[in-house]
T-cell receptor, first 116, second 114 residues
Framework: AQKITQTQPGMFVQEKEAVTLDCTYD???????LFWYKQPSSGEMIFLIY??????QNATEGRYSLNFQKARKSANLVISASQLGDSAMYFC?????????????FGTGTRLLVSP | GAVVSQHPSWVICKSGTSVKIECRSL??????MFWYRQFPKQSLMLMAT?????????EQGVEKDKFLINHASLTLSTLTVTSAHPEDSSFYIC??????????FGPGTRLLVL
């Protein structure tokens, strides 16, 4: 079974500062993918970044980077130069990448509030 | 990028009625579609997975007779909440997976049962 843990229910950051959202996971699968999604108040799920378990480099997408530490089973999201529009819920998720049916399992989420 | 639409975006209904929610992949064929439910301030919980032309696979604790899923084509899946009750009020989100394994989410449907 797969499990995602997000221990920070809420985070505050000032505009233009960097923030790290924590995510740890547990899985017995050898091949898996880690995802981060942003959910603003409108409810839509916005894909931010993906990291494969065999990727040697940490994933980056613009202001988003994923600090992947495989031995520690952590996949923290780093948002650099926070903007007011970054205020939202952030969900970490994972999925097995082996053959057959794979489900996307979500963590409980972290609410990020960016202040001016 | 790929787009997944849901209709309606919100619905209010009386207790005891049935509500159908449509999920469409607009510019790609979805090999698999997923239905999630999200209560306020909580995470997304997978309800069921549907593959085109076959019966949906429901997660433990989800009543298949209550939440009917029909995956009629590679671009359309529907979720019908039968005999809805106030406790069924929630935010329902569908997701579609394309052949390259990318998973796209719809904008969600807010259901309020009075």
């Amino acid at each position: 079974a797969q499990k995602i843990t997000q221990t920070q229910p809420g985070m505050f950051v000032q505009e233009k500062e960097a923030v790290t959202l924590d995510c740890t996971y547990d899985t017995s699968d050898q091949s898996y993918g880690l995802f981060w999604y942003k959910q603003p108040s409108s409810g839509e799920m916005i894909f931010l970044i993906y990291q494969g378990s065999y990727d040697e480099q940490n994933a980056t997408e613009g202001r988003y980077s994923l600090n992947f530490q495989k031995a520690r089973k952590s996949a923290n999201l780093v948002i650099s130069a926070s903007q007011l529009g970054d205020s939202a819920m952030y969900f970490c998720a994972m999925r097995a990448m082996n053959t057959g049916f794979q489900k996307l399992v979500f963590g409980t989420g972290t609410r990020l509030l960016v202040s001016p | 990028g790929a787009v997944v639409s849901q209709h309606p975006s919100w619905v209010i209904c009386k207790s005891g009625t049935s509500v159908k929610i449509e999920c469409r992949s607009l510019d790609f064929q979805a090999t698999t579609m997923f239905w999630y439910r999200q209560f306020p301030k909580q995470s997304l919980m997978l309800m069921a997975t549907s593959n085109e032309g076959s019966k949906a696979t429901y997660e433990q604790g989800v009543e298949k007779d209550k939440f009917l899923i029909n995956h009629a084509s590679l671009t359309l899946s529907t979720l019908t909440v039968t005999s809805a009750h106030p406790e069924d009020s929630s935010f329902y989100i569908c997701s579609a997976r394309s052949v390259d394994e990318t998973q796209y989410f719809g904008p969600g449907t807010r259901l309020l049962v009075l």
